[in-house]
């Protein structure tokens, strides 16, 4: 059972745009935590007057010739890579590292990676790096939260009303890893970079940077492993991008042929082509990745 509601939990007309409502018999009470407790955002979930269980989803939406046209959300919630991401709780984060005096953070729509996050953080000194506030978010928050671009400016922008003018932030540009030097650089390792290079969209020369140091995220390592599988013969697994996340460290594995298998998983049995399951379970993920993260 679906409705459109306002903020007072009232229908609204055809048309209108309201917050979308989820109730009837399949709808849960509450979460529930592992110990047994409640646990957060309790009050999305209703009571009606018949006694259905109603969930409020946070999705504005109107109805226009019977079909629900998807039109925002009713807090600051973002879709990235699929997974909810509240912008002012990872402000909150960034705002405990001692380098950030004033932060806010954004979600940006890029053609390349669909949405993404941008933090404009006020500095506490010349020292602070965006490398250094982003070493603090990937220490507090998961990979999918951590921002993509960090822009390092002299103040927030505000309005009359003192809120900030998100119009007036600039354009975010995404952290550049510090070249690394091209040469001397083993052939294997350039293949690897090369293959790197293709999946970002942009050049990649240090062998010791990670590839999620350099731009690439859990969705673009399944691209990675499929690019990687055309370009190399020796056997490796996709926890291995995991395990070897830099050029050089990939290289050395390679270099050293196929690790002896961990206890308990699967080996090779006769009429079994293990490679090419796990290459086809991997296209099916990136498949679904990319489903979700174009499903706004």
Known sequence: MLGVRDRLGRPV?????????????????????????????????????DGTTGYRTGDLVRIADGVLEFAGRADDQVKVRGYRVEPDEVSAVLLRFEGVLACTVRAVRTEERGTELAAYVVPAGAQVTAAAVLDHARAALPEYAVPRYVELIARLP???????????????????????????????????????????????????VSFFGAGGSSLLALTLYLRLKETFTEPFLMNDLFRFPTARGFAAFLARGSAPTPQGAAVDAPGRDLNRIATAAARRRLARGRETSTGE
């Open 13 to 49: 007309p055809t048309g209108t745009r309201g917050e979308l409502h989820v109730g009837g018999a399949p709808v849960a009470a509450g979460y529930l935590r592992a110990d047994g407790t409640a646990g957060p955002d309790g009050d999305r979930f209703t009571l009606g007057a």
């Open 158 to 208: 505000l309005t009359r009303s003192g809120k900030v003018d998100v119009r007036a932030l600039r354009a975010p540009r995404p952290i550049r890893p510090r070249p690394g030097p091209a040469s001397g650089l083993s052939p294997t390792e350039r293949r690897v970079l090369a293959v790197w290079s293709s999946v970002l969209g942009e050049p990649v020369t240090s062998p010791t």
